[in-house]
């Protein structure tokens, strides 16, 4: 086993000594020269050591792996020198051995390969490892390596004593040689040939003695040459091949199935082949139970003398044998059913693959939506290659409805009906029960009144995982799936094509009929629709009713007829639309034709029937170009009916045919009403005058009644006048329709309009008399209810509007009726309660108080509750008398209650005003205020409004409140502006007399300020704990405190000025 590189294996010879290794020929192998035909055997290595090799240094790898040996004991290379000559160049040069061929395998040669590397370095025989360098020595000098091999060394030669055996060599022949010694050591052959020589003779030993044991072990165990079980075992055999080359579950090849077909044809093919899997199960189970028997008679055959232990092992081993007879038979099964499965599922898809390959592209199938001649005949042409070659495998119906185009059965269903397919195959293989778990053979393997238990397999299937974990299987599965999505992809870009076609369904189904029956449609909208329905259906003729692609034939049988349904409804329904529209058109125009001769032939002799005889004459003269219109209509119509032969009733046609002769006679009747029409309009003038003329005599009539005294006598009985007011109603109303009539033919005929100023004074008259009446029932209603209701309960808005109105009411009846006896009876009563308003509003004021009614009380003599008085008992007690009394008392408490609110804002106003205090440099105890702007704001404010109010008249009452309230804001004013005077000149002040030279220099002034710094400290701090602004301001003795602190900052700040000016003398 030699390297392929020598350099390589020299780590692991370091240190290895043997000098039979070295002198063994290689020619005593002959096993190794046989597997290396092409080079000739070594036979002299000194010639090896001896020829050119052209290279001039020590290859990279070599260097290496000298470094590496001069890491192990024993062993040393000399470095290389910088400039070698010749000579030593051929020494050092690297020995190249061919390689030693093995027929050892791979495992063979790691195992050399390792045992090589274990040893440790051998020893050489002459080893300069002591001497790195050969520089001078000693005169002698001894080496011994063991009690009889030493050598002696001097400058010039080499003594070698080898027990007995003396040898000379000059120094430089003994380096040669040594040198020469260290490279054949590391050649693998010689560093590795002591272990390997050995090793192949054990080798071959232990290969020829297994391959004894393989070959007794298999006539011993293998049941194939088993006389009583080979016949059976090639009988199982045999059955399972022809399972295996019949197969199950086939497919025709030239059959298109349907998915319910399909499904069918499976289950009945998986009932028969279930069938088919127990007769070959029963078989089996029976074979095997024969040859199990002769098994046994053929174990159970033995001397006469053998002992019952001999027996019982016999059987025990008989029993194992068995087990593993069943165990193979039901692997042999199982792999024929895995193959079964396998063949079929593959026979699926091979046909499947074969009708795939003859799917069109989808260029050609988009093509086949185009209605050009190319088209057509490509279409053709492939038709009937599709004829001669193949059919499709299965089959799926193109669905069509209003929102997609969907394939019944989807591809979903087809994936589902393989899968289904393909695990029912899956189950009934594995329904075939394994050997090993039939009681049958219990018997056989356990003969009776044997106790002893044999293990057996209860769970032996292995189909089941194989068929699991068979990625074969697995990628045919997959294979199927894709062709049919690839099948259905290709379909999918079929129903692509029918994408107008489906919105075309859909706009026709989604038209709604009754709508369209009920709207108005002109010829144009027939016409397009004749034109396109008819079209539709001769598109959906068309459409081939098969198609296929490839392994799918697509049926749009279901999609011809439902385009063709539906364009032939709404074809129908606009021929029925059509067909009924004519009709009532022709039976319109002709009514309308029939009616105006009826009118034209009339005999007219009052006002309206001339005047609807003259409008209805302008009206034809307008009407006949209309109807002439309507009949050119309807021609088209009829003539759309005839070109596109839509089914019409023959009455029609006939009543449409005589159209034009009707309108044809009324044309000549109106010419001959429009020569007569100045003699009906002067006919038609002369009754209207006599109708306005009655008209005012009517009038004359009905103003009489209304003059009647009776009706505006108070004494009068009011029903009685009712009853009276309602017939002059009614006579009136009639006038006034009359009027108007007259008026509009006036208007309509372009005549002067008669005004009726007596009619419209008549009726202004009438509302009057009426309005009094009512203004009279009313009036005593209302009087009657304030009379009984309180002065709280009463609504003095409404009750101060009805007043008014019913004030304005009597001068619109004094100015516009006669005098009489009602109105002013009415005047009378509602000028009392005019009077009595002004009292009744001031009682009723809200911010009247006790002490106002007691007032009143002292005023009028009695005590008044507004709770309790009535406007009735206030005419009782003679109260409306003081009406100025109550007036003044009443207009004074509103200006109370104004100034009291005042004075209350203000108060709460500085209840909630605090100042802002803030600290002042880094000492905790020294504030100062923020500012105080909006408080200085709001004082100025404040001293305005209370100011006001103290010179009000309504401050009596609370004039003492108002006073200490102003005192307190001017206090507050007055000291803001001393407070704010101390913080500005103290603020000035304290950083100067905080300094020790100030303090030094100006004692006095210093303990002046200290004691302002110490009130001012005070007075901050505790407006820190209570900041509200009013009560701060106005404490007792804060104003003079402060008047005094400015006073005592003054003088300090002119004593400062005059000590800095004097300073500043006094440095000049």
Same mark, same amino acid.
């Given at each position: 086993?030699?390297?392929?590189?020598?350099?390589?294996?020299?780590?692991?010879?370091?240190?290895?000594?043997?000098?039979?290794?070295?002198?063994?020929?290689?020619?005593?192998?002959?096993?190794?020269?046989?597997?290396?035909?092409?080079?000739?055997?070594?036979?002299?290595?000194?010639?090896?050591?001896?020829?050119?090799?052209?290279?001039?240094?020590?290859?990279?790898?070599?260097?290496?792996?000298?470094?590496?040996?001069?890491?192990?004991?024993?062993?040393?290379?000399?470095?290389?020198?910088?400039?070698?000559?010749?000579?030593?160049?051929?020494?050092?040069?690297?020995?190249?051995?061919?390689?030693?061929?093995?027929?050892?395998?791979?495992?063979?040669?790691?195992?050399?390969?390792?045992?090589?590397?274990?040893?440790?370095?051998?020893?050489?025989?002459?080893?300069?490892?002591?001497?790195?360098?050969?520089?001078? =020595?000693?005169? $002698?000098? %001894?080496? @011994?390596? *063991?009690?009889?091999? &030493?050598? +002696? #060394?001097?400058?010039?030669?080499?003594? /070698?004593?080898?027990?007995?055996?003396?040898?000379?060599?000059?120094?430089?022949?003994?380096?040669?040689?040594?040198?020469?010694?260290?490279?054949?050591?590391?050649?693998?052959?010689?560093?590795?040939?002591?272990?390997?020589?050995?090793?192949?003779?054990?080798?071959?030993?232990?290969? =020829?003695?297994? $391959?004894? %044991?393989? @070959?007794? *072990?298999?006539?011993? &165990?293998? +049941? #194939?040459?088993?006389?009583?079980?080979? /016949?059976?075992?090639?009988?199982?055999?045999?059955?399972?091949?022809?399972?295996?080359?019949?197969?199950?579950?086939?497919?025709?090849?030239?059959?298109?199935?349907?998915?319910?077909?399909?499904?069918?044809?499976?289950?009945?093919?998986?009932?028969?082949?279930?069938?088919?899997?127990?007769?070959?199960?029963?078989?089996?189970?029976?074979?095997?139970?024969?040859?199990?028997?002769?098994?046994?008679?053929?174990?159970?055959?033995?001397?006469?003398?053998?002992?019952?232990?001999?027996?019982?092992?016999?059987?025990?081993?008989?029993?194992?044998?068995?087990?593993?007879?069943?165990?193979?038979?039901?692997?042999?099964?199982?792999?024929?059913?895995?193959?079964?499965?396998?063949?079929?599922?593959?026979?699926?898809?091979?046909?499947?693959?074969?009708?795939?390959?003859?799917?069109?592209?989808?260029?050609?199938?988009?093509?086949?939506?185009?209605?050009?001649?190319?088209?057509?005949?490509?279409?053709?042409?492939?038709?009937?290659?599709?004829?001669?070659?193949?059919?499709?495998?299965?089959?799926?119906?193109?669905?069509?409805?209003?929102?997609?185009?969907?394939?019944?059965?989807?591809?979903?269903?087809?994936?589902?009906?393989?899968?289904?397919?393909?695990?029912?195959?899956?189950?009934?293989?594995?329904?075939?029960?394994?050997?090993?778990?039939?009681?049958?053979?219990?018997?056989?393997?356990?003969?009776?009144?044997?106790?002893?238990?044999?293990?057996?397999?209860?769970?032996?299937?292995?189909?089941?995982?194989?068929?699991?974990?068979?990625?074969?299987?697995?990628?045919?599965?997959?294979?199927?799936?894709?062709?049919?999505?690839?099948?259905?992809?290709?379909?999918?870009?079929?129903?692509?094509?029918?994408?107008?076609?489906?919105?075309?369904?859909?706009?026709?189904?989604?038209?709604?009929?009754?709508?369209?029956?009920?709207?108005?449609?002109?010829?144009?909208?027939?016409?397009?629709?004749?034109?396109?329905?008819?079209?539709?259906?001769?598109?959906?003729?068309?459409?081939?009713?098969?198609?296929?692609?490839?392994?799918?034939?697509?049926?749009?049988?279901?999609?011809?007829?439902?385009?063709?349904?539906?364009?032939?409804?709404?074809?129908?329904?606009?021929?029925?639309?059509?067909?009924?529209?004519?009709?009532?058109?022709?039976?319109?125009?002709?009514?309308?034709?029939?009616?105006?001769?009826?009118?034209?032939?009339?005999?007219?002799?009052?006002?309206?029937?001339?005047?609807?005889?003259?409008?209805?004459?302008?009206?034809?003269?307008?009407?006949?170009?209309?109807?002439?219109?309507?009949?050119?209509?309807?021609?088209?119509?009829?003539?759309?009916?005839?070109?596109?032969?839509?089914?019409?009733?023959?009455?029609?046609?006939?009543?449409?045919?005589?159209?034009?002769?009707?309108?044809?006679?009324?044309?000549?009747?109106?010419?001959?009403?429009?020569?007569?029409?100045?003699?009906?309009?002067?006919?038609?003038?002369?009754?209207?005058?006599?109708?306005?003329?009655?008209?005012?005599?009517?009038?004359?009539?009905?103003?009489?009644?209304?003059?009647?005294?009776?009706?505006?006598?108070?004494?009068?009985?009011?029903?009685?006048?009712?009853?009276?007011?309602?017939?002059?109603?009614?006579?009136?109303?009639?006038?006034?329709?009359?009027?108007?009539?007259?008026?509009?033919?006036?208007?309509?005929?372009?005549?002067?309009?008669?005004?009726?100023?007596?009619?419209?004074?008549?009726?202004?008259?009438?509302?009057?008399?009426?309005?009094?009446?009512?203004?009279?029932?009313?009036?005593?209603?209302?009087?009657?209810?304030?009379?009984?209701?309180?002065?709280?309960?009463?609504?003095?808005?409404?009750?101060?509007?009805?007043?008014?109105?019913?004030?304005?009411?009597?001068?619109?009846?004094?100015?516009?009726?006669?005098?009489?006896?009602?109105?002013?009876?009415?005047?009378?009563?509602?000028?009392?309660?005019?009077?009595?308003?002004?009292?009744?509003?001031?009682?009723?004021?809200?911010?009247?108080?006790?002490?106002?009614?007691?007032?009143?009380?002292?005023?009028?003599?009695?005590?008044?509750?507004?709770?309790?008085?009535?406007?009735?008992?206030?005419?009782?007690?003679?109260?409306?008398?003081?009406?100025?009394?109550?007036?003044?008392?009443?207009?004074?408490?509103?200006?109370?209650?104004?100034?009291?609110?005042?004075?209350?804002?203000?108060?709460?106003?500085?209840?909630?005003?605090?100042?802002?205090?803030?600290?002042?440099?880094?000492?905790?105890?020294?504030?100062?205020?923020?500012?105080?702007?909006?408080?200085?704001?709001?004082?100025?404010?404040?001293?305005?409004?209370?100011?006001?109010?103290?010179?009000?008249?309504?401050?009596?009452?609370?004039?003492?409140?108002?006073?200490?309230?102003?005192?307190?804001?001017?206090?507050?004013?007055?000291?803001?502006?001393?407070?704010?005077?101390?913080?500005?000149?103290?603020?000035?002040?304290?950083?100067?007399?905080?300094?020790?030279?100030?303090?030094?220099?100006?004692?006095?002034?210093?303990?002046?300020?200290?004691?302002?710094?110490?009130?001012?400290?005070?007075?901050?701090?505790?407006?820190?704990?209570?900041?509200?602004?009013?009560?701060?301001?106005?404490?007792?003795?804060?104003?003079?405190?402060?008047?005094?602190?400015?006073?005592?900052?003054?003088?300090?700040?002119?004593?400062?000025?005059?000590?800095?000016?004097?300073?500043?003398?006094?440095?000049?």
């Amino acid at each position: 086993m030699a390297s392929s590189s020598p350099r390589g294996a020299l780590p692991s010879l370091v240190g290895q000594r043997s000098d039979s290794d070295s002198r063994e020929p290689l020619h005593k192998l002959p096993a190794l020269q046989r597997s290396v035909p092409s080079r000739p055997p070594i036979i002299d290595p000194q010639a090896v050591l001896k020829r050119h090799v052209k290279q001039k240094e020590p290859s990279l790898p070599h260097l290496k792996v000298r470094e590496q040996m001069n890491r192990f004991p024993g062993w040393y290379t000399e470095p290389a020198p910088s400039k070698p000559t010749d000579q030593e160049q051929r020494r050092h040069e690297p020995v190249h051995m061919p390689p030693l061929p093995s027929t050892k395998n791979a495992s063979d040669q790691q195992g050399s390969k390792n045992v090589a590397s274990t040893p440790p370095p051998p020893r050489p025989r002459f080893s300069i490892k002591s001497f790195p360098q050969l520089g001078p =020595a000693p005169q $002698i000098e %001894l080496r @011994k390596y *063991s009690s009889t091999e &030493y050598i +002696f #060394i001097h400058n010039k030669a080499v003594f /070698s004593v080898c027990e007995d055996d003396i040898k000379f060599q000059s120094l430089e022949c003994w380096q040669n040689y040594n040198e020469i010694h260290s490279k054949l050591r590391r050649i693998p052959f010689f560093a590795r040939y002591k272990m390997w020589k050995p090793f192949y003779v054990w080798r071959t030993k232990i290969r =020829a003695k297994k $391959i004894c %044991l393989a @070959k007794q *072990s298999l006539q011993k &165990y293998l +049941f #194939i040459l088993s006389p009583s079980l080979s /016949s059976a075992l090639m009988d199982i055999r045999k059955m399972c091949c022809q399972i295996t080359e019949t197969g199950f579950c086939h497919m025709k090849k030239q059959h298109t199935y349907t998915l319910q077909e399909f499904q069918d044809t499976k289950i009945k093919q998986l009932q028969e082949a279930s069938k088919d899997l127990e007769k070959f199960h029963e078989l089996v189970k029976e074979v095997t139970v024969c040859a199990c028997g002769h098994y046994r008679l053929e174990t159970e055959a033995c001397p006469d003398g053998e002992k019952k232990i001999v027996s019982e092992i016999n059987m025990f081993f008989f029993s194992s044998r068995i087990i593993h007879l069943i165990r193979l038979i039901d692997c042999l099964v199982a792999t024929t059913l895995h193959s079964s499965v396998v063949n079929t599922v593959a026979e699926m898809l091979t046909l499947l693959q074969v009708q795939a390959g003859q799917t069109p592209s989808d260029a050609i199938i988009q093509s086949w939506s185009h209605d050009s001649t190319a088209a057509e005949k490509e279409m053709k042409k492939f038709a009937d290659s599709e004829a001669l070659h193949f059919h499709p495998v299965f089959m799926s119906e193109l669905m069509l409805d209003t929102n997609s185009l969907t394939y019944k059965p989807s591809e979903e269903n087809f994936q589902d009906a393989v899968a289904d397919f393909i695990e029912r195959f899956k189950n009934m293989v594995m329904s075939v029960k394994a050997l090993s778990t039939d009681p049958v053979f219990d018997s056989v393997i356990r003969p009776e009144g044997d106790k002893k238990v044999v293990k057996k397999d209860e769970n032996a299937h292995p189909l089941e995982d194989i068929l699991k974990n068979d990625g074969h299987l697995k990628s045919i599965t997959n294979s199927i799936q894709e062709l049919l999505w690839f099948a259905f992809a290709a379909a999918e870009v079929y129903s692509n094509t029918f994408e107008r076609f489906q919105l075309v369904y859909r706009e026709n189904e989604s038209l709604d009929l009754d709508a369209l029956h009920k709207q108005d449609h002109d010829v144009a909208f027939f016409e397009k629709a004749l034109t396109l329905y008819p079209s539709q259906h001769e598109e959906a003729t068309r459409i081939q009713q098969e198609r296929r692609l490839g392994l799918l034939l697509v049926d749009t049988r279901q999609l011809k007829e439902k385009l063709q349904s539906s364009s032939l409804r709404c074809l129908n329904v606009i021929n029925h639309m059509l067909t009924q529209l004519a009709k009532r058109k022709v039976d319109t125009i002709m009514a309308e034709v029939s009616e105006a001769e009826v009118k034209l032939g009339l005999h007219r002799s009052t006002t309206a029937e001339l005047a609807d005889f003259l409008t209805f004459l302008d009206e034809i003269e307008n009407s006949i170009g209309e109807l002439k219109k309507e009949q050119e209509t309807v021609s088209k119509m009829y003539n759309l009916i005839n070109v596109h032969a839509v089914p019409t009733p023959l009455e029609d046609v006939v009543r449409f045919a005589t159209l034009e002769t009707f309108i044809d006679s009324l044309e000549r009747i109106t010419a001959d009403a429009v020569e007569e029409k100045d003699s009906t309009m002067q006919r038609f003038c002369s009754s209207l005058q006599m109708d306005i003329k009655e008209l005012n005599n009517e009038d004359m009539k009905i103003r009489l009644k209304l003059l009647d005294p009776q009706i505006l006598d108070i004494d009068a009985n009011s029903s009685h006048v009712r009853q009276q007011l309602r017939e002059i109603q009614v006579s009136i109303e009639d006038l006034k329709s009359k009027a108007s009539c007259c008026v509009s033919y006036q208007r309509n005929f372009k005549m002067e309009v008669t005004t009726f100023e007596s009619l419209e004074q008549l009726m202004s008259m009438f509302k009057l008399t009426q309005l009094l009446w009512d203004s009279l029932e009313q009036w005593d209603c209302l009087q009657s209810g304030w009379q009984q209701s309180t002065l709280e309960q009463l609504d003095m808005e409404q009750f101060t509007s009805q007043v008014n109105k019913y004030s304005k009411c009597i001068s619109q009846l004094e100015e516009g009726l006669p005098p009489n006896s009602s109105v002013p009876c009415l005047k009378e009563k509602v000028e009392v309660m005019m009077h009595r308003l002004p009292v009744i509003t001031d009682l009723h004021n809200p911010h009247m108080k006790p002490k106002h009614w007691k007032t009143l009380k002292s005023l009028v003599g009695t005590s008044l509750n507004v709770n309790e008085l009535t406007i009735a008992a206030l005419e009782e007690l003679n109260i409306f008398q003081y009406a100025k009394e109550i007036h003044e008392v009443s207009e004074q408490a509103p200006g109370e209650v104004s100034v009291e609110t005042i004075i209350s804002k203000v108060e709460d106003l500085w209840k909630n005003t605090e100042f802002t205090v803030l600290p002042h440099g880094d000492s905790k105890d020294a504030f100062i205020l923020g500012g105080t702007e909006d408080i200085q704001a709001l004082l100025d404010d404040s001293i305005i409004n209370v100011g006001t109010v103290a010179s009000s008249c309504y401050v009596a009452p609370i004039k003492w409140r108002v006073n200490e309230l102003l005192r307190q804001l001017t206090l507050f004013n007055q000291t803001l502006d001393e407070w704010l005077t101390c913080q500005r000149n103290w603020l000035s002040l304290e950083s100067m007399f905080m300094a020790p030279d100030i303090q030094r220099q100006l004692p006095t002034e210093s303990d002046m300020f200290l004691k302002v710094d110490n009130s001012w400290k005070k007075l901050m701090a505790k407006v820190k704990r209570m900041p509200n602004a009013f009560d701060a301001a106005t404490q007792s003795g804060l104003l003079e405190t402060l008047q005094e602190n400015n006073t005592l900052l003054n003088e300090i700040q002119k004593c400062l000025e005059a000590y800095l000016e004097s300073k500043r003398v006094m440095d000049q």
